[in-house]
């Protein structure tokens, strides 16, 4: 029987125990993420009040904001899955996927899916992002606080990407 070879694999081999609660717009992680990028071994400490981006990595642009349901007569809001990744220099970036409708219940109407996830990152964390009914203000990732009225955010540390996101 011959080995199995990880020939240029990016996987992270510590979960960073992303976080991102509260009356804030920064980010924290709790442990060091060792990962890798093309086969190159990577680390990254401890994040602490870490700026969370503002723009995606893959556009390069400001990221949409989230539409509340509260904003639109007759709309429950809109939700999307945002991937959080390092870089090789242990940058965070983050790419977000296509905002999706929401029903009254505040489940995606169409599946919330992933980003197009460039070679040059190595994903830790996804998180699914809900701007639902109640949310009276639309939500801007980045600016807006975790604990914004009618936003919910679920987080879901990764060693590697999963074949969809998984919402429960």
């Known amino acids: 029987m011959q080995a ?11 979960s960073g125990l992303l976080t991102a609660a509260g009356a804030v717009t920064t980010h924290d992680t709790t442990v060091t993420i060792s990962y890798a990028i ?3 071994a990577r680390t990254k400490t ?3 009040g870490g700026t969370t981006p503002t723009t995606d990595y893959n556009t390069g642009a400001a990221f949409p904001v989230l539409v509340g349901g509260a904003s639109v007569a007759g709309a429950y809001g809109h939700g999307c899955t945002v991937i959080w990744a390092l870089d090789a220099s242990g940058n965070v970036k ?9 029903d009254s219940a505040g489940n995606f109407l ?4 992933f980003p197009s996830i460039p070679n040059d990152v190595c994903p830790f964390a996804y998180q699914i992002l809900k701007a639902g009914a109640t949310a009276a203000v639309n939500i801007a990732f980045g600016t807006s606080n975790w604990n914004a009225t ?5 987080i879901q540390d990764i060693l590697c990407i999963p074949d969809r996101p998984q919402v429960s």
């Not at 169409?110 to 899916?113: A, F, I, L, R």
């Not at 009618?150 to 679920?154: D, K, L, Q, R, S």
């Open 4 to 14: 199995q070879k990880m020939v240029g694999a990016t996987f992270c081999t510590t």
């Open 46 to 48: 401890a994040i602490t």
């Open 150 to 154: 009618g936003f919910t955010n679920v």
């Open 94 to 102: 983050c790419m977000m996927g296509k905002h999706q409708a929401l």
């Open 110 to 113: 169409v599946p919330s899916q």
């Open 38 to 40: 093309n086969g190159k």
